[in-house]
């Protein structure tokens, strides 16, 4: 299976002083504003490393439904957070805080296929980052 799907973005203006949008093929995000201070402070907006993050965490738990189905069990409910580190001018660090429910699977057959959808899933594997997980099963 091979597909293509595209996102754009827009930049006017100084790093610093400037302001941009950004908006995704599904227009869920249409125009999107980000800059400076939604990246490096407060300000209202998105930024590249949020976008990361979400991509990330939809990507990983998605992965994860297919591993532990392909397991023999169905997923009741999968929840993850992706914080973001950037540091000196890179993404440093991508942590995966996951807390999911799986009737009749047991901590150590879990924590094996979120191991695995941590290695496995597409956005993990594009990136070059370390990426660490938290993983429990409620």
Not at 22 to 41: G, I, P
Not at 53 to 78: D, E, Q, R
Not at 100 to 114: L, N, T
Request: a negative charge.
């Amino acid at each position: 299976m091979k597909f293509t799907r595209q996102a754009s973005a827009n930049w006017q203006g100084s790093g610093k002083d400037g302001k941009g949008t950004v908006s995704t093929q599904s227009t869920v995000l249409n125009n999107a504003q980000y800059s400076y201070k939604t990246r490096f402070e407060d300000g209202v907006g998105t930024n590249p490393e949020e976008l990361v993050g979400a991509a990330h965490a939809g990507c990983f738990s998605m992965k994860l439904s297919f591993v532990i189905g392909g397991m023999g069990f169905v997923p009741g409910n999968i929840d993850t957070v992706a914080k973001v580190t950037f540091e000196d001018g890179k993404i440093s660090n991508i942590h995966l805080d996951l807390k999911a429910s799986v009737e009749g699977m047991s901590d150590e057959q879990f924590q094996a296929a979120a191991k695995e959808a941590k290695e496995t899933c597409p956005i993990s594997v594009s990136l070059n980052t370390e990426i660490t997980l938290t993983a429990v099963l409620v």
